[in-house]
């Protein structure tokens, strides 16, 4: 199956490209060489590549850079993939299209017992969620009208090579320079009490993977390790794992209300046999070793 994805060379795209070629598919990446946003000549792309199925990632995925320029957030990610759904109509209408969006569409809640599934209702609040949210609507509307479109509800992964203006990423980038005598034992930190549903970026990439099974129905799906892990224990863990003592100071610009942003990812498991495998802690410390590595020289073996 030839498997076009926008967005290739992106934190996920950089992952998904090579397990999809392990996996026996033959992946065919796009980024800023071609513009979302340019409907025909997006529309030529994918007439030239003939997908049997699409992987849509391109996105402006920064929830505070989404803030800072909503406008662009509103032309990359709803503009774009209208563009997408419009040039798969009419170039490879029988394409399976893989249309990630992002758990941020929920209203993220105070604490409660069951994780958010499917039927929760969509309650976007920042200009990222939004522009999700809406391209969700796009996705299921052309499905209705007969284009094979899988939505797809992502929660919060990370792992090495992700930028720092995620948490985790951030957290660990701050510690590797910490310990490698680069930086002040001063780690600034937004609020620590929030909860949210961590998974490895590999674990994400494989649900992708099963969703091109043209055996699995077309339908919105969680990506959901279903497993809710406070802020403060992710820092807790990283601190463990890089042996420093930092002084933790809240920064008001990372601060937001305290909230809760936890899947339920029954639906997919079902329809495709889907687990997540690595463990949080493994996730850690990868992350942990991969700014090491982008940092700097290591230090000495950090102490666990």
Known sequence: MRVMVTGASGFVGRRLLPALAA???DPVGTDREVDVTDAEALARTIAAIRPEAVVHLAALSSVAESFRDPETCYRVN???????????ARQAPRARVVLV???DA???T???AAPLDEATPLRPRSPYARTKAAAELLGRRAAKQGLDVVCVRAFNH???GQSDQFVVSSFA???????GGRAAPRLRVGNLDSVRDFLHVDDVVDAYRRLLDPAVPADVYNVAGSVGIPIRDVLAA???IAGVVPEVEVDPARHRPTDWLVGDATRLRRATGWQPRIAVETLLREVYADWLRRDGEAPAAPRT
């Open 238 to 240: 990283l601190i463990r």
């Open 173 to 179: 980038r701050q510690l590797a320079a910490i310990a």
């Open 101 to 103: 969006g992002s758990a």
């Open 110 to 112: 105070a604490p409660q």
């Open 158 to 160: 990370t792992g090495p």
């Open 106 to 108: 929920y209203a993220p």
């Open 23 to 25: 996996a026996g598919f």
């Open 78 to 88: 709803f503009l774009g993939s209208r563009a997408l759904l419009a040039g798969v």
